[in-house]
């Protein structure tokens, strides 16, 4: 995929953000230092991709009726893009626009067997649960 002029703020704009909660820890590896508090909750907000593009079917991938379908193995990943270790992580929800909503529900109608669902409604169901959130 060709770099795009946009930045992941203007996708977030356009096309909606994943909001994903996570637990963390400092462990200082330096002899001589410590932590306190040596954990920290945060929330991490990955934008969506358009429909079509790469990275677009985040959702199917990786939730299952609005939660992690794989909580460790989405930790692991966490931990890797931090730099530290991640005690926990959780979806939240999916922050999108009207017409960003209605663009994804397009391109989930355009291809249902990839989302072994028999109407768009029950593929967003199936993987986003109720952790839609329609904003202005």
Same mark, same amino acid.
């Given at each position: 995929?060709?770099? !795009?002029?946009?930045?992941?703020?203007?996708?977030?704009?356009?096309?909606? $953000?994943?909001? #994903?909660?996570?637990?963390?820890?400092? *462990? &200082?590896?330096?002899?001589?230092?410590?932590?306190?508090?040596?954990?920290?909750?945060?929330?991490?907000?990955?934008? %969506?991709?358009?429909?079509?593009? &790469?990275?677009?079917?985040?959702?199917?991938?990786?939730?299952?009726?609005?939660?992690?379908?794989? &909580? $460790?193995?989405?930790?692991?990943?966490?931990?890797?893009?931090?730099?530290? &270790?991640? *005690? !926990?992580?959780?979806?939240? $929800?999916?922050? #999108? *626009? $009207?017409? +960003?909503?209605?663009?994804?529900?397009? %391109? #989930?109608?355009?291809?249902? +067997?990839?989302?072994?669902?028999?109407?768009? !409604?029950?593929?967003?169901?199936?993987?986003?649960?109720?952790? #839609?959130?329609?904003?202005?």
């Amino acid at each position: 995929m060709a770099p !795009s002029a946009r930045s992941d703020e203007d996708d977030a704009d356009r096309y909606g $953000e994943y909001v #994903i909660r996570v637990r963390f820890r400092l *462990d &200082p590896a330096t002899s001589g230092l410590r932590a306190e508090p040596t954990t920290f909750e945060t929330t991490l907000y990955r934008a %969506a991709d358009p429909p079509g593009e &790469p990275g677009w079917l985040f959702f199917r991938d990786n939730l299952w009726h609005g939660d992690l379908s794989d &909580p $460790e193995h989405f930790r692991d990943l966490t931990a890797e893009a931090l730099g530290v &270790p991640v *005690d !926990s992580v959780s979806f939240r $929800e999916l922050r #999108i *626009d $009207e017409p +960003a909503l209605e663009a994804l529900k397009g %391109a #989930i109608a355009d291809d249902l +067997a990839a989302f072994n669902a028999d109407s768009v !409604s029950a593929a967003l169901s199936k993987y986003l649960g109720s952790s #839609i959130r329609v904003v202005d």
